[in-house]
């Protein structure tokens, strides 16, 4: 079972569909689905799409970050509190929610430096 998700990733990652990133904050690799999925992979697309919404929700009820909601979505502003750098807030969540938020972190800091 390893074997073939690991091939499967492989694939993806050669069809140009995921970026496989070193991540320095959980030492592991994380892989990024890529825009080129939403027309050539739609189902992974969604997942990916769904799995980001549940995410920042998760991130919003424990107050990871804060939503300023306005009258148009692509306006909604979405801001890191500090517990996002509190690692003994980090360590009470599951390892899939602290992954999320290393990954919100990261994207944060790569759109602030142009990464």
């Given at each position: 079972m390893e074997e073939e998700l690991e091939k499967s990733i492989a694939e993806l990652v050669e069809a140009g569909l995921l970026i496989e990133h070193?991540?320095?904050?959980?030492?592991?690799y994380v892989y990024e689905v890529t825009v080129r999925a939403r027309d050539e992979a739609p189902e992974?697309?969604?997942?990916?799409?769904?799995?980001l919404h549940?995410?920042?929700?998760?991130?919003?009820?424990?107050?990871?970050?804060?939503?300023?909601?306005?009258?148009h979505l692509s306006t909604d502003k979405i801001m890191l509190t500090?517990?996002?750098f509190d690692?003994?807030?980090l360590s009470e969540l599951n390892e899939r929610d602290r992954k999320y938020i290393h990954m919100l972190v990261r994207a944060f800091d790569d759109n602030r430096y142009g990464g």
């Amino acid at each position: 079972m390893e074997e073939e998700l690991e091939k499967s990733i492989a694939e993806l990652v050669e069809a140009g569909l995921l970026i496989e990133h070193w991540d320095e904050r959980s030492e592991e690799y994380v892989y990024e689905v890529t825009v080129r999925a939403r027309d050539e992979a739609p189902e992974l697309w969604e997942m990916h799409i769904k799995d980001l919404h549940r995410g920042l929700h998760r991130a919003w009820l424990d107050d990871f970050v804060e939503i300023d909601f306005t009258d148009h979505l692509s306006t909604d502003k979405i801001m890191l509190t500090k517990k996002c750098f509190d690692e003994d807030a980090l360590s009470e969540l599951n390892e899939r929610d602290r992954k999320y938020i290393h990954m919100l972190v990261r994207a944060f800091d790569d759109n602030r430096y142009g990464g």
